[in-house]
């Protein structure tokens, strides 16, 4: 979705491409290539000019969310991080032959997003005493893994949103499907080539975990095994309990979160105790996450969210607003949150500032 707090006066949807108004829709509708090829020479100068602006609302520091502290700028953290992954994803990929899929694979990657997973890498990173430049690539290929995702998850043969990071989809036009399902395939490949090839100075032994870590978390034990609970229960049409709920959600979610975070300890050179408390913090965040979108897909206009309201708890699928109640539902938001920030406590509290206010932001945000 395209948050409330990213503005986007120099953005990609400020090109001709914003004329196909969708993802679909861009792909269906007949393309100058030429045209298109010369707008990317401005495109790239303008993309690091995303800008973070009213982040945290009056709403969420009513609700004690992540206000800046005394001795750490929160918002102008995320306006940094965002701007650095911004400007290379958009370096990452470039159009070449065949363009129609490098159009395509660019289109969602820089259609703006939370950048949540990213910036969650860089600052674990930091975290354990790594610099942000060994942490980039692996940042970016998450959220390229999670760009895919919400390519196939928007798809017709997966319930189809209506509304994805405030655009709307033209899915009756089911002959371009094949080329949505190519993008998201050619995201996920590319994934690992850009982290292989663009992530420096990494002993062996980081490289095989790494790579390990990222494939557990999209695969069969991850992102799949989510998703394949998710239709299967789901479809159904059943109520089940909170122990099927949660694995479809560490899996389906946490699971790419958990990836982002333990990914950055890597790489930032963490002992394997300190990957382990990050590793469960990000458990926990993860879970918030789904928590939060719960809650918010009940709470929320489609407007105020950027995407399709009640596609959850309208269509028949099991949430924890159904299982325990509305209420029942924040106040276990409060405890995961509560949960996440324990794993923190033994770090250096100025360098564990980002994490501790990013749970707060997934714990409040609005959108």
Known sequence: MV?????????????????????????????????????LIEKKKLISSFSVASLITKEEEAMGGPKASNYFDFKAYLIEKANKVNEALDQAVSVKNPPMIH?????????????????????????????????????????????????????????????????????T?????????????????????????????????????????????????????????????????????LDQLEFIHIHKTAALLEAAVVLGAILGGGNPEEVEKLRRFAR??????????????VTKSSEELGKTAGKRSCGGKTTYPKLMGLDGAREFADKLNKDAKNQLSEFDREKAAPLLALADYIAYRQN
Request: hydrophobic share 40%.
């Open 3 to 39: 948050d409330s707090w990213v503005v986007q006066s120099h953005s990609v949807f400020h090109t001709p491409i914003s004329l196909f108004r969708s993802f679909l829709g861009f792909l269906c509708k007949p393309m100058n290539y030429n045209k298109i090829g010369s707008n």
């Open 173 to 241: 036009k089911s002959s371009c499907e094949d080329v949505a399902v190519l993008a998201g395939d050619s995201l996920l490949a590319f994934s690992f080539e850009y982290i292989a090839t663009a992530t420096k100075n990494v002993s062996p032994a980081k490289n095989f975990s790494r790579s390990r870590r990222i494939s557990k978390s999209i695969g069969t034990e991850g992102l799949v095994a989510g998703q394949v609970a998710d239709f299967v229960i789901n479809g159904e049409n059943q109520m089940f309990g």
């Open 103 to 171: 159009e395509a694979m660019r289109y969602s990657l820089l259609a703006g997003g939370k950048r949540v997973r990213p910036i969650l890498c860089i600052a674990a990173c930091e975290l354990v005493g790594g610099e942000e430049s060994n942490s980039v690539p692996a940042a970016c290929a998450v959220e390229m893994i999670h760009t895919m995702s919400l390519i196939h998850d928007d798809l017709p043969c997966y319930g189809q949103r209506d509304l994805r990071r405030g655009k709307a989809h033209e899915t």
């Open 284 to 297: 926990c965040i993860g879970l918030l996450f789904q928590v939060v979108d719960d809650i918010l897909d």
